[in-house]
């Protein structure tokens, strides 16, 4: 595992995703937890639970999809910001992704949230990543 927890959990997500997997298993840390709790909020996921193996914690997500062929509802996911490279954006710059149809995940002053949320508080942060 990687420090970048944020990456090593969307590049997990998008590997089961081509894989057509049903669930995920993810190291439990505070910010997979609020993207996990975002994404099943959003309806990216069908469920969202913790639990602990050997004294170590984990998360497991049960992805969704639609239809017969499995077309899964999360088609992308971007990150943005990472260690070498922080971006950030002000409530009024957050960037929309195809036109509101997906979500970019900000870490604000507030906690970790959509974009929705931060430009209805008016407050930016760090953009974590895009999910499609």
Request: charged share 25%; proline share 4%.
């Amino acid at each position: 595992m990687s420090n970048d927890t944020i990456a090593c959990m969307i590049t997990s997500l998008r590997n089961a995703n081509m894989k057509k997997a049903i669930t995920v298993q993810l190291p439990a840390t505070n910010i997979s937890r609020r993207i996990g709790k975002i994404l099943l909020r959003e309806g990216f996921i069908n469920n969202l639970r913790e639990h602990k193996d050997q004294n170590k914690n984990f998360l497991t997500l049960t992805l969704k999809y639609r239809g017969r062929r499995k077309e899964p509802y999360i088609t992308s996911l971007r990150v943005i910001s990472k260690p070498g490279l922080k971006i950030y954006s002000g409530h009024r710059e957050i960037p929309k992704v195809l036109g509101g149809m997906g979500i970019v995940i900000l870490s604000t002053p507030f906690g970790i949230m959509t974009d929705r949320e931060a430009r209805e508080k008016q407050v930016g942060g760090e953009v974590l990543c895009y999910i499609w």
